[in-house]
């Protein structure tokens, strides 16, 4: 190979191994994959497939002592398994961008968002912290993050997990590397953002002539940039081709039920109710489309009841409006999905409803109580009854005990059940979302972050709760685990009537799981009604705007995804004395509303 053909990225017969108590066992074997300049190959596989390990191993940045990475990684012709550890730290940010999947776990808590892109580009181009300072200003805005220069000196907790994800992009893209890999980039972002998000790296892609290395289990992302595929199953390479030929005539059974596994827009017809996903023949790889779920009584009482809930956070300077004036009501056995872009006030609403943080203002009625007034002895009782599924798995999980322990805990806190029958209680809860009850002596460290969340939806599911906040529940989660995921989630409230709250950017899982739809922008909700209206009959020009913005998994429509950046980036930030306007809403049809103008 010449090296005006040299890849910048040659991995050759990498095999990755973890110490454990039996000796080396090796996660991933065997890979061989190249990225050229210019190109963008996507490996694509479940989790726990080895996606991210590949990615780690290429940076080398497994801990040594317990993991060790035998073969060649090449970076335009160097072995980065052979170089010190100090050429390395001049690798990583420099020549290689790395953006990765757990934002809030990869930022450093004590800095601030600017310091923290200003710091690579001191360290890699020797700018002066001023001038990086203003470049970190200008990144953020590139990555959409509202009133970046006022967001500059905050610290990584008062972002929402879509705008931590931004600040990670930002990150890896500050020093314009030879090599971007991105770790599931686009995971936390509504769809709006993604396709700017898209847009920005193929940009700069085209700039730079940049490689990108893109792990991701979406795949309409996939099919939209990736010139070249890799899948993963169990550690190993099962198939790689052009992307084209992959979607369009796959090989390994795998890969059929993963593309056959993949939620679409525009599938549900005059479905009424949720629909199980399709569920895949193994054999053949053919999808065989769900049955449709139960509908709701109106006759039955809400569950849950908000009335014109406001959450507000003061600033030196201002006030964030993250939630503003909010209505809605949940019936046992329903679904209502919230969904809108990363810091529009989504998961602040759930985590409001629940009393995790305290409204300014407004009532919620939990089953008949008013959560905004109840004592820590009635939240207590209340929080038997309505769990939350976090966004981020990780940080919601403690990382000191066991995954066991952690799904034991809130049943023997409560008393619903003795230590000697909560080991048989655990291991039925995670059978029931996919892993095994070996895992049980597992810490969180151990995981996957998809099998993270499954770790998360089996404790929420612990002290069968009558009402659920589902917070990106299966964001973090590939297409065939998400569709088994999403059809446990539909198949208990089919059995137990459970109420979800299902806070989401993915509008093709919305589509299929939800009963009702209610869209949120700037901490406001401008369109709310029944599924079918939503999406059938789109009235607001930013529910418009996300439904069209869903990416296509299909490579020959690809270049139709074409982001609608507004020529100002809106923030919830206001002046202290900002009084927010009483808005009105016309009813387009029966249960359908729209914010008016």
């Not at 002539?209 to 899948?231: C, K, P, S, Y």
């Not at 390994?252 to 479905?271: D, E, W």
């Not at 109710?273 to 053949?284: G, H, I, L, N, T």
């Not at 809403?585 to 914010?595: L, T």
Request: proline share 6%; hydrophobic share 40%.
């Amino acid at each position: 190979m010449t090296s005006a053909t040299q890849p910048v990225l040659a991995i050759e017969d990498l095999t990755t191994s973890f110490r454990t108590s039996e000796g080396w066992r090796a996660v991933i074997r065997d890979i061989n994959l190249q990225v050229g300049a210019g190109e963008t190959v996507a490996i694509v596989g479940e989790s726990g497939s080895g996606k991210s390990v590949t990615a780690l191993s290429t940076m080398r940045l497994l801990p040594s002592d317990r993991a060790r990475s035998e073969g060649r990684i090449l970076l335009s012709g160097k072995d980065l398994l052979k170089v010190s550890e100090a050429e390395m730290r001049s690798v990583r940010g420099g020549s290689i961008g790395m953006i990765f999947q757990e934002p809030m776990t990869s930022l450093n808590p004590v800095f601030t968002i600017g310091n923290q892109i200003a710091e690579a580009l001191v360290l890699h181009q020797s700018l002066s912290w001023h001038a990086a300072e203003a470049e970190a200003v200008r990144l953020m805005e590139r990555v959409r993050i509202p009133a970046a220069k006022t967001r500059l000196n905050e610290y990584p907790h008062k972002f929402s997990g879509g705008m931590r994800q931004r600040v990670m992009i930002a990150m890896a893209l500050a020093c314009r590397p030879k090599l971007l890999i991105a770790d599931e980039p686009t995971t936390a972002l509504d769809v709006t953002i993604q396709a700017e998000i898209l847009h920005l790296i193929r940009e700069l892609q085209r700039e730079e002539n940049m490689a990108v290395l893109f792990i991701t289990h979406d795949m309409g992302v996939v099919a939209e940039i990736a010139d070249r595929t890799v899948v993963m199953f169990r550690g190993e390479m099962i198939e790689t081709g052009p992307t084209r030929e992959i979607f369009a005539a796959p090989k390994a059974v795998y890969t059929k039920s993963l593309l056959a596994s993949i939620p679409r827009l525009g599938t549900m017809g005059n479905a009424v109710a949720p629909k199980r996903f399709p569920e895949v023949d193994q054999a053949s790889g053919e999808a065989i489309d769900g049955r449709e779920m139960r509908g709701v009584s109106e006759a039955v009482a809400p569950i849950l009841k908000v009335d014109d809930l406001s959450v507000r956070f003061d600033l030196p300077n201002g006030r964030i409006h993250a939630v503003e004036r909010v209505s809605f009501d949940l019936r046992p056995g329903e679904t209502l999905s919230l969904v809108g872009e990363s810091g529009c006030g989504k998961s602040t609403t759930g985590r409001a409803i629940i009393r995790l943080i305290n409204p300014t203002a407004g009532s919620v009625m939990i089953d008949g109580r008013d959560v905004t007034e109840a004592n820590t002895r009635e939240l207590r009782a209340m929080r038997r009854t309505s769990q939350m599924i976090f966004q981020d798995p990780f940080a919601s999980l403690n990382p000191r005990i066991t995954i066991g322990s952690a799904i034991a805990e809130p049943m023997l806190a409560h008393g619903v059940i003795g230590r000697r029958e909560a080991k048989g209680r655990v291991s039925e809860l995670l059978e029931q979302v996919g892993l095994s009850a070996k895992m049980a002596d597992r810490h969180p460290h151990e995981f996957s972050g998809g099998q993270r969340q499954r770790i998360s939806i089996a404790r929420a599911l612990a002290l069968d709760p009558k009402f659920i906040i589902a917070d990106e529940a299966v964001s973090a989660l590939d297409v065939s685990v998400k569709a088994q995921v999403s059809n446990l989630l539909l198949e208990l409230q089919e059995e137990r009537q459970l109420a979800y709250l299902f806070i989401s950017h993915d509008m093709a899982v919305v589509e299929r799981v939800s009963h009702r739809v209610a869209v949120m922008f700037l901490g406001e909700i401008v369109e709310i009604g029944p599924r079918a209206a939503i999406f059938d009959n789109p009235q607001h020009p930013y529910t418009r705007r996300l439904i069209s913005a869903v990416p296509i998994p299909d490579p020959s429509r690809r270049g139709q995804l074409v982001p609608q950046p507004s020529d100002e980036i809106k923030s919830a930030v206001r002046p202290l004395d900002y009084e927010p306007p009483k808005r009105t809403y016309r009813e387009v049809s029966p249960g359908h509303f729209v914010q008016e103008a």
